[in-house]
């Protein structure tokens, strides 16, 4: 079953908006992931948040991690037509006790016009 | 260097028939991931291989899925007698595999498989 949930699943805003994208998961992690995917192919890694982290920036994206609501939110800055794409949240379940399997979420579809 | 590679791009193959998928993770990254993404949807863990050995498979879902490694290198999944459910992008990644829970993967193109 899926782990993370993604909200909105689809999105769709003006160039230099900016977009917020949230994720909810179930269980303890140890991280959480948020990916990005071009035209139903190959994933990109974006960000990685640990669980005792509750804010991380990388250029454009803001990720913030509430461990307690068990969320996550991605924000992008200034958004631009090369940022549409889909956004997957993942995470890195405690349970596992030592597999590095990945959960996602069913992602949200973002459209950024011109 | 060159990332992870995933052959064929593309596979149309009729019902019944058995399919090979192939990755070939970076070099010197000893973890790698096989995933299913239906159309629209987030990915399906399918198997996890550290080395060649394989100690989570718990997402394959049939035993007509199956995979393997060897030299800690090229993978290979297969699929036995497809069915049309089969149809998905199946998705390879590969991480060092040397600091549990903080690794990020590095993802192929994929292979989209359509069964007829």
């Known amino acids: 079953s899926q782990q993370g949930e993604e909200d909105p699943q689809a999105l769709s805003i003006q160039e230099g908006e900016n977009a917020t994208m949230n994720c909810s998961y179930k269980t303890s992690i140890n991280n959480l992931q948020w990916y990005r995917q071009n035209s139903g192919r190959g994933l990109v890694h974006l960000i990685l948040i640990r669980s005792n982290e509750r804010e991380k920036h990388s250029g454009r994206l803001r990720v913030t991690l509430d461990t307690s609501k068990k969320s996550s939110s991605l924000l992008i800055t200034a958004s631009r037509a090369a940022d549409t794409a889909s956004y997957f949240c993942?995470?890195?379940?405690?349970?596992?006790?030592?597999?590095?399997?990945?959960?996602f979420g069913k992602g949200t579809k973002l459209t950024v016009n011109p | 260097g060159a990332g992870v590679s995933q052959s064929p791009s593309n596979k149309v193959t009729e019902k019944g028939k058995d399919v090979e998928l192939r990755c070939d993770p970076i070099?010197?990254?000893?973890?790698l991931y096989w995933y299913r993404q239906r159309l629209g949807q987030g990915l399906e863990f399918l198997i996890y291989?550290?080395?060649?050995?394989?100690?989570?498979k718990s997402g394959l879902p049939s035993d007509r899925f199956s995979a393997e490694r060897t030299g800690e290198s090229v993978s290979t999944l297969t699929i036995q007698r497809t069915q049309q459910e089969d149809s998905a992008v199946y998705l390879c990644a590969s991480s060092l595999g040397l600091v549990w829970g903080q690794e990020t993967q590095y993802f192929g193109p994929g292979t989209r498989l359509l069964v007829l």
């Open positions: 993942a995470t890195d379940p405690f349970y596992q006790g030592g597999s590095e399997k990945l959960v």
């Open positions: 070099s010197g990254h000893t973890a």
């Open positions: 291989f550290q080395g060649n050995s394989a100690p989570d």
